[in-house]
C-alpha cells in the first residue's frame, strides 16, 4: 500500500470490494499485423486501488493512451495480449456495468444538446437498472460551477467551460473509476491551474478512483497519489513514484521545494 | 453602475460590475426610409428588370410572338386566372409528391446503406446508374407504362430528387464525431441509442443540405415528366403554347416554374433554420 495516511484511508474505507480498480498483468497492445505491426505496448503490471489517484505520464507514442483506452474496452480485443481486470471483470464486463466513464482529450460534446441535455445523456442512455447510483445532473453543473449556463450550446462556451460539462457528465452515473486522457492538455495555464483544484475538490466527494493520462509532470504529482513514467517505443513502465504530499493539496504545494524534487525525479525519469 | 454580463473563465453571470468602460448603447433601428429600402431592394432588382425588358421589347420592335412584353405575360395570367393556378397546383402537388416519395426512400435507404457495408458495395454502383440515366430519356416509357395519370409525373420527380438525398444523408450517417461513437461505447449504449442519439442528429445538417438541391430538382423532375407527356401541369401548358406559338403563355410558365422552384427551396431553408438551429451554417446567417 502506498501513500499518505489520507490515501490510506480512503483505500481501507473500501476494502470491502477486494478486487482492485484497475489490475493489468503482462499486458501488451499490438496494432496492425506482420510488417506493418507496431508494438503500443509491452508488458505492463499495474494495479490501481479503489479509490486511488494514478496519473500516467510519458511522451507520445509511450502507450499511456492505448492503456487507457484498453481499460475502457475501445481497443479491438485482437490487438490486447496478457491480462487486464476492471474491478475484477473483464474490461468488456466492466463496460456493461457502467463501472467507469471515460473523459476524453477534446470534450466531445454533441454540438446540438444543450450543457443540460449533455450533462443527462448518461441518464438517457443507461436503464436504471444498470445504474450503479446517480448525481441530479442540476447539481453536478453547479458542482463544475456551470450554473445559469444550463441551457446554452456547447458552441456558445469557452474550452474550459465545455471540458467541465464534460467532466460532469462523466460523473452522472457515479462511476467507480473515472479514466481521464488529457483532460486539460487543450486548456490554457490559468484554466488548467484551476480545474486541478476543480477536480480535487470534485474527487474529494467521490469514492472513485482516477486514472489520469497527462502530459505533464507537474499536473501529475499535484494530483496524483502515484505517477506511473513510461517510455516508448515500445511503451513501457520505466517507474512508479509515490506522492505523499498531504490532501487536501492547494496551489501553494507547487511552489514547495519538495514539490520541485519531486518533478526533477519524475523529469530524470523520463530521461529529460 | 452598468449591468455587465460576465461570460467565459470566470463564471460569473448577470454580474453587476461598476466599470470605466463606456458600453455602447443597443444598435438603433434605422429610420423607417432606410428600412423600406433594405427590405425591397431585392425586389427593386427585379421591378427595374422588368422594366428594362419592356423598354428593350417596344424600343426594338421585337414581335410578341418571339418575346413579349412583361404586361403581356401577366396579362396571359388575368386572361384564365383558375387555369393557370389549376396548373401550377398540378405541377407543385407533382413536385411534392415526388420530393416526398425521394426523401422517404432515400433517406431510409441511406439508413440501410450505413448500417451495413456489404449492402452499400452491393447496390451503390447500381444506384450510379439510376443517377446517371437521364430522366428525359426514361419520361416518355413512364407514360408508355402509366398513362395519362399525373403518376409518371411524380416518378421522374422521385427519380431525379433521389440520388442526392442517399449520397448526402449517408455521408452524414458515417461522418458523426468517432469519439462521440467511442463516448457511447463507454456507456453501453444501444446501436439504436447510437443512431438515435447521435448518428441522426448528426446527418440532419447534411440532409438539409441535401433537401436544397432535391426540392428544387423535383420541381424540374415534374415539369419534364410532363413535358414527355400525359395531362396536366406546367410542363403540359408550355408545349400546347409552344405549339399554338402562344409565346405569352409559354413565358407566364417559364416564370412560374421559377417561382415554384424559389418555393421549395424556400420551405427547406425555414425547416432548416428550425430544426438545426445549432449547426454553424445556421448559427451565421
Known sequence: MSGTPLAQERVAA?????????ESRDLCIVYGRGSRAVV????????????????LIGPSGCGKSSFLRAVADLLPARTLQGTLRVEGKTTEDARRANSFAFVFQDPVLAPW??????????????????RSGTRSPRELIDLVGLTGFEDVLPSALSGGMRQRVAIARALTLEPSILLMDEPFGSLDELTRDRMHDELLGI????????????????????????????TPRPGRISAVLDIDFPRPRSAALKTTVEFLEKTNEIRARLGL | MKSVRGWGS????????????QIPAEDERPPVGLRLVRRFRVVAVLLLTVALWAIAVRVFEVKRFIVPSPELV?????????????????????????????????????????RSALLEELLYPYLNIIRVTPSIAIAPLLVVWFGHTPTPHIIVATIISFFP???????????????????????NASPQAVFRKVRLPNSLPYLFASFRISAPLAVIGALVGEFAGGTGGMGNVLIVSRSNLDT??????????????ILFYGVVVAGERRLIRWHPSVQLD
Request: a negative charge; zero cysteines; proline letters at 4%.
Open chain 2, 74 to 114: 401577366i396579362g396571359r395570367f388575368f386572361d384564365t386566372p383558375e387555369f393557370v393556378i389549376r396548373e401550377f397546383m398540378v405541377t407543385l402537388l407533382e413536385a411534392s409528391a415526388g420530393f416526398g416519395i425521394a426523401a422517404t426512400l432515400g433517406v431510409g435507404l441511406a439508413i440501410l446503406l450505413a
Open chain 2, 165 to 187: 438525398i442517399v449520397v448526402t444523408t449517408l455521408l452524414g450517417l458515417r461522418s458523426a464525431d468517432p469519439e462521440l461513437i467511442n463516448l457511447m461505447a463507454t456507456l
Open chain 1, 40 to 55: 503500443a505496448l509491452e508488458g505492463v503490471d499495474l494495479r490501481i486501488d479503489a479509490g486511488e489517484f494514478v496519473a
Open chain 1, 113 to 130: 444538446r444543450t450543457v443540460m441535455q449533455n450533462v443527462s445523456l448518461p441518464l438517457e442512455v443507461v436503464p436504471p437498472e444498470r
Open chain 1, 203 to 230: 474527487w474529494s466527494t467521490t469514492t472513485a478512483s482516477v486514472l489520469l493520462v497527462t502530459h505533464s509532470i507537474a499536473e501529475a504529482v499535484y494530483l496524483a497519489d502515484r505517477v506511473v513514467v513510461m
Open chain 2, 248 to 261: 405569352p403563355m409559354s413565358f407566364l410558365m417559364i416564370v412560374l416554374s421559377g417561382f415554384l422552384g
Open chain 1, 14 to 22: 473500501r476494502a470491502e470490494e477486494a478486487a482492485p480498480a484497475i
Open chain 2, 10 to 21: 470566470e463564471m460569473t453571470f448577470d454580474q453587476e460590475l461598476l466599470v470605466r468602460a
